[in-house]
């Protein structure tokens, strides 16, 4: 019964408890460029907030997919993209620190430290602008293109211990859910 | 069929031992990743679904194997009870040790675990913490008070190139990475930087230039990007002028790297041991977890491997039992599969052989009994068919077994006497108590062989029986029985009558017929030539003495004649007869004399014609009712009964002719021979009509005899054959014997 109830946990939808909020602006297609802007909110659950504090960085990841629509089948999904975003707490500081490795929503490394969760998240969060381009293909055919997005608590970055009781509590399944614009050409 | 066999096989040793090992190794995994394995803890969620999905089918697995046991306790299939109680004892002896090593584990586990943070040590982390934090909050109060001075000395100047001279000097007197001048909405005024790549300034955020607009001054401590810590100090510099707005001075100087190493050591291990303090209850739970789930594992392949364990221990005994029982339902060509070398194979074999050898042994004993059927049937079969009849009794004088023959001579059924004692054999059947008497005195004498003439005196008259019998061989101290074989010799010494008979007939003939002309002659010619010569006195003396002699000559001729042609057969002209209207014929000439008797005729129209010599036939009839009109002659109200019908015995068809009459009947001492010559009741008549009746009836192949009725009067049966008289002269003897043995039915 455990085990059923476990798989059951695990079989739920990943972000039953919608904290993230993300809110498409615009999305236009140049070549084989996709220029998106979107508004993102992001606010953390007592229990999130609280691992923070105790040293346990927290990995919010911004997912984009361009996804073609097809009469009569589904979407067909294009390319995918992760823009990783962590946030953690320098307590020597007392500081909130966000950074942006690798690639960030324009492409470069960002870094930053803030007093507040709030602060930190606001600078996370807001207005992002995304420039993304897909290789190898132009977006010029004139098909109907979409572009998703989401946003949510990457939980496979937490530490090993902390990964079960993160899929198990909803406290931790913090998300927005797809949204989907549509591609203006 | 095909799917059971896929199931069956894929749920077999082979498979399951895979499956196994593969979900322990994914136990292995799990408690790999658990253990922040670099590689492993990617994939701790999925390892976690693997096994989880493993321990699901491996139960369902279970669940479906417990369930068909169930099922088969139920119905009383052979060996489900042993089988489940094998599988309880596995799994006990298997799930209770489990079940102590895993409470202790996940003690031992959570106060391992719970041992690992010491609050002196978490006080210790903090006090250092703190301390860093004072270390760092007095150079930060240094640093403050530099800069205040620097505004000071900065507020001084009015000019932009006085302003960034005198920055570049701070900043070389100060030793600060960077120092730079902005107005209160954060434009920058001058700058100077010790790296000179750096062409935008790190400007100060809202927040600081709030502050800075209020008359406060800022100064914290900001981590950098590639690790360790800068202070960010700002302060206003208030202009000489009244009018003139307040600028913001804003120094960035990182830390010494001995103080940035320090404080990033202290930083390190307070956020590790937060870090591990705060995961100590998840910790705890995956650590539980994982054992759970290698217990869990463990467990179920423990009851998988009792099941399997039990079906393999108890399948042997299974099919032993089902052995037996179809050993004991009859089935001795059951054989097992031997599946193993050890003890239980060892049993199997054990069987195997010995149902073999019941079975060689079964085969043996029906071959003999089939023997022994065939050799009953056989002498069944003999028996039958032996003229002689046979009695057999078994070593309790009990009678066991009779043959057709011994019915027959004996005129008795036996079929209730099969079981009863010699001693009431003749309770219901007086007339053989001669015989009981012979046998059982032999029988109480011991006697190994013994032979014996017996004559019977019943409703066929006289009998004579040669009886032999024989003690059979015993077993052990127990006496073998006896077995008594008889023969009815009435006929054989009857024909020895009729052969001495004929030869008398013959001497007759030859020593007293031929005297008796000669002296018939004699007689006359003394009469002629003496009796005129004599005195008239003498005369009627000669004229008696040689009419007498004359008178009995003739007599004795024709008593001769007579006797001559009773011993000496007549040549016989046969010929297809009906015999019904024959009757008809001497009934009818035999109504028409002086006292006619009552004849009723009651034959059988569908009657064949057969062959004989009718003149013949009409002298057994007329012999026949002259006989019985005699016997008749002092009967008040005399009735003959004639009837014919067709019979059929052993194949042979035969004209059964009766005749019956309401005299007296025969005197039971004379039974036996009355068709014998010249035994009569009659005081005259030659006695010779009942005996050429006889002869005639043999002649023509057939056979009679004579019965006393119960009730009154007495009767005569011929039987002359339909259709061996066709084919044959029925004047030769050998064939009228041959037949007469084969019909076996001859009665005297």
Redesign the interface.
Known sequence: M???A??GL?ALPAFANADFQIEPVSATIKGNQIEATAILELSLSDETE??LD???PLSIVVELALLRARPLLWKERIDRWRFPVQIRY????G?Y?I?QTGAGPTGT?S?G?F?TVADALAAAGGTQRFLISVANRSLDDGSDYRLSIRASLD??SL???????A?ISPSWRLGSGWNQWKLEQ | MEIRAVIKRATGPAPSIAFAILLLGAVLLLTAAAQHSEILSDHFSILVIVNLLGILILALLIGANLWRLVRQFRSGILGSRFTIRLLITFALLAILPLSVVYYFSVQFLSKGIDSWFDVRIEQALDDALLLGRASLEAFKNDQLRQVQEDAVHLSEVDTQLEIVQLLDDLREQGGYFEINLYTQSGSIIASSSLEAQSLVPDAPDDMTLSKIRKGQVHAELEPLSGGGLQLRTAVPVHSRGVSQPVRVLQVLQPLTLRYARLGQSVQSARDEYERLAYLRDPLKFSFILALTLITLVATLIAMWAAIWSSRRLVAPLRDLAEGTRAVAAGDYNKRLPVTSGDELGILVQSFNDMTRQVYRAQNHARRSQHEAEQQRTYLETVLSHLSSGVLSFDHQHRLRTQNTAAKQVLNVKFDKEIGSHISTLHHHHPWIEPLVSAVENSMQRELAEWQAEVILVGGRGRQVLMCRGTRLPGRGLRGGGYVVVFDDITDLIQAQRDAAWGEVARRLAHEIKNPLTPIQLSAERIRHKYLDKLDPSDRPSLDRATRTIVQQVESMKLMVNAFSNYAQPARMNPEPIDLNHLIHDVVELHKQTDKPINIILNLDKSLDRLTADPDRIRQVLNNLIINTRDVLAEVSRPKLTISTRRITRLDNKFAELSIIDNGPGFPDDMLGRIFEPYVTTKEKGTGLGLAIVKRIVEEHGGTLWAENIDARGASITIQLPLDLARDANVTDPNIKITRLRAVGHRKQ
């Not at chain 1, 320098?90 to 500081?93: K, N, R």
């Not at chain 1, 530490?159 to 009781?165: E, G, Q, S």
């Open positions: 455990i085990i059923v476990i798989l695990l609280e691992a105790k040293g346990i320098h307590a020597l500081s500081r620190i950074e490394d870094f430290s007093r939980i496979e530490p090993v211990p902390l990964r079960l009781v899929y």
